[in-house]
């Protein structure tokens, strides 16, 4: 069984997606310290005047001290962010080929009030890969699973209780994972490549480091293709 294990995002890229897709069962990681200016709470999207960052504001001190998992990260709602950011989503794709097919879909989930904020984006995620047609993947929160240890340990404990046999993983994890316990475990390794083809966007020069808003509105029913069915010869950096 092929197994992905990725901390919850908000409106994530594609690559992303990508592992989304290529997973048997994909494990939103809400039990680990919550990381302050990650990609948690926000991303980036692309306007008129150029990128922008869409930010959910949330109650966290932010410091070293702070070890908070995810999953109990609150949303403050004493902003008015939901409307700011579909309000600068209209105003960004409103002219984009394929933004009324799926903006009553995801309209609603800036209209949501939720308390935490993993809650929010796990849904609002799930909801992003079937508009791009994923529909065989199961899921799953890892603090629902009753993992144990830290980093590779966590991780395999994690797979074991899933019976996972392989597992995929993003390049940048390479800093830490200890491939040894994997091996050891009788699981397999995949690293993710992202070579990924341009397409057209509504505001020239070509940005590979968005939400996957943008593929999906430009794109339409195409846009998963351009994800696990189209690739270049140039690996881009991305998160996960």
């Given amino acids: 069984m092929n197994c992905v294990i990725l901390q919850p995002s908000y409106i994530p890229w594609r690559g992303y997606f990508h592992q989304i897709y290529k997973a048997d069962l994909f494990i939103f990681y809400d039990d680990v310290q919550y990381d302050k200016n990650g990609w948690r709470n926000r991303n980036r999207i692309k306007t008129r005047n150029g990128p922008i960052w869409l930010t959910i504001p949330v109650l966290h001190r932010g410091s070293v001290s702070d070890k908070t998992p995810i999953l109990e990260i609150s949303i403050d709602w004493s ?27 995801l309209e609603p989930y800036f209209s949501r009030r939720t308390e935490k904020l993993a809650d929010l984006t796990i849904d609002l995620t799930i909801k992003l890969a079937e508009c791009l047609g994923i529909n065989r993947t199961s899921y799953a929160r890892s603090s629902t699973l009753g ?7 966590h991780l395999v404990d994690l797979l074991k209780k899933v019976r996972a046999d392989h597992y995929i993983s993003g390049p940048s994890a390479a800093e830490y994972l200890e491939v040894d316990k994997l091996s050891a475990a009788g699981i397999s390794l995949e690293w993710m490549v992202y070579n990924y083809p341009e397409y057209e966007q509504l ?38």
Avoid: C
């Fill in 79 to 105: 902003k008015d962010w939901q409307r700011k950011h579909w309000l600068s989503i209209q105003q960004s794709y409103s002219k984009a080929p394929f933004f009324q097919n799926y903006a009553p879909i």
């Fill in 147 to 153: 993992g144990s240890g830290t980093k590779t340990d």
């Fill in 203 to 240: 505001y020239p020069p070509y940005d590979p480091q968005v939400s996957i808003l943008d593929l999906l509105f430009m794109q339409g029913p195409e846009a998963g293709k351009m994800i696990w069915e189209k690739t270049v010869a140039r690996e881009l950096p991305g998160e996960g």
